[in-house]
């Protein structure tokens, strides 16, 4: 070691913990899918996402998709806070679809009488009585969602690709040009 470069002890890394363990980590998701074809997968798939026929499991669903597919998690949440209504609103329709595809006949299902059941009775009550209508709710779920999928990401994506253009356009400009 010679007297003109000291060495100097390592010093704690550039940031500190909570700059590297909180704040850029939440930063990275906040811009984390961003293009225009992201955007449009995060609406679509947010979308197919939230609309799964079980309750309390699409925030699951979205989180495990969202990081397999690096979409942005912030929107991809939001928006399936928005669905949540819409979701309630499909579960009969996916459950009668799902009739029609499996050839059974219509059941005596309603939403009101599974939460009430899915509130009140056993793990195993509640399945024997409503196993059946989940099989079909899945089976319709599972074969119209590449069908919503690309129904939302196809024209999603010239729109944000056009409206990322305008904006880039519109930051470089300046005001009154």
């Known amino acids: 070691m010679s007297a003109a470069s000291p060495e100097l002890p390592p010093g704690p890394p550039a ?3 909570w700059r590297r363990r909180l704040l850029q980590p939440l930063q990275r998701q ?17 979308t197919v996402c939230s609309l799964f026929p079980f309750l309390g499991f ?7 998709v969202g990081v ?3 979409l942005n998690q912030p929107l991809l949440q939001g928006w399936n806070q928005l ?20 050839g059974a006949p219509a059941g005596a299902f309603s939403v009101d009488a599974m939460l009430e ?4 009775a056993s793990w195993g009550e509640f399945f024997a009585r409503f196993g059946w209508a989940g099989v079909h709710a899945f089976t ?32 470089v400009l300046p005001v009154g040009a």
């Open 15 to 17: 940031g500190g913990f």
């Open 83 to 102: 669905l949540g209504p819409l979701q309630l609103l499909l579960i009969l329709p996916y459950v009668r679809a799902g009739e029609g595809l499996w």
């Open 68 to 70: 397999a597919l690096r």
């Open 30 to 46: 906040l811009v984390q899918g961003v293009t225009p074809r992201k955007l449009a997968a995060t609406l679509a798939v947010g």
């Open 117 to 120: 059941a899915f509130a009140g």
């Open 140 to 171: 319709a779920w599972l074969v119209t969602a590449p069908l919503l999928l690309a129904a939302l990401y196809l024209p999603l994506v010239p729109v944000f690709t056009r409206t990322a253009g305008r904006l880039r356009r519109a930051s």
């Open 58 to 64: 699409t925030s699951l669903l979205n989180l495990g």
